[in-house]
């Protein structure tokens, strides 16, 4: 008898979210121990409950999924994190799986491609769709997407992600520059637009991994 997975949901959607709850538990060997709407009340729904799988929603009230999946990581490693979104392609798929992610899945998919997908992580397998095998993306290397964020950023813009990274006060950063407290805001307006991202914490976990990237392949 396979073991019975313990499962939380993280959806801004009730309605969906509830219909997600109702397939699982149609299966013997899955359970849902928790749901939630928002990012923060799932990465504690995970501490508390140390699941085998986490589905999660892309878009959340706190922004993306991103900041939550290295979080969700560090607090219950062999937690498996499959990522609900309608930005159904390639290039997320890569991003996502880079950040730690075992899985993607559209939110239009069906109940039994989202049964096949978990069964296949119980197994060690990842499943996706097979016409990404043939797309102009699937290509693409990992790295131009973090170069891609890097180079689209100025020099200052630039300097001011890197001392933030370090920790450094947008008040010092602002004296450094030489410019006034409220040009750094708007700043950093810019900056999580061309990182797309929109909060500090986003802004650092994108910009610190797309560095390293690019480092590495330097």
């Given at each position: ?10 959806d ?18 899955l359970?849902v ?16 409950n ?7 929603d ?16 560090t ?30 899945l ?22 996706m769709p ?59 307006r ?9 909060s ?19």
């Open positions: 008898m396979k073991k019975v997975w313990q499962v939380v949901i993280v801004i959607h009730p309605t969906s979210m509830l219909g997600t709850k109702l397939i699982l538990e149609e299966q013997q060997d359970l121990r928790g749901m939630t709407s928002t990012g923060t009340e799932g990465l504690e729904l995970v501490k508390a140390q699941p085998d799988l986490v589905l999660m892309y878009r959340l009230p706190e922004g993306q999924a991103d900041q939550f999946i290295s979080e969700i990581k607090v219950s490693a062999h937690s498996h994190i499959v990522i609900l979104t309608d930005e159904d392609n390639v290039k997320l798929f890569r991003h996502l799986m880079n950040l730690g992610a075992s899985g993607m559209s939110k239009q998919a069906s109940p039994s491609q989202l049964i096949h997908l978990i069964s296949g992580l119980r197994e060690g397998y990842v499943s097979m016409a990404w095998l043939t797309s102009a993306e699937w290509a693409e290397p990992i790295e131009s997407r973090a170069e891609e964020f890097i180079v689209d950023l100025t020099e200052t813009e630039n300097f001011i992600m890197e001392r933030i990274v370090q920790g450094v006060t947008y008040d010092k950063i602002a004296s450094e520059i030489n410019v006034s407290r409220r040009s750094i805001d708007n700043y950093l810019k900056i999580y637009v061309k990182l797309d991202v929109s500090r914490a986003q802004a650092i976990e994108r910009y610190a991994l797309c560095a390293r990237q690019t480092k590495s392949i330097s």
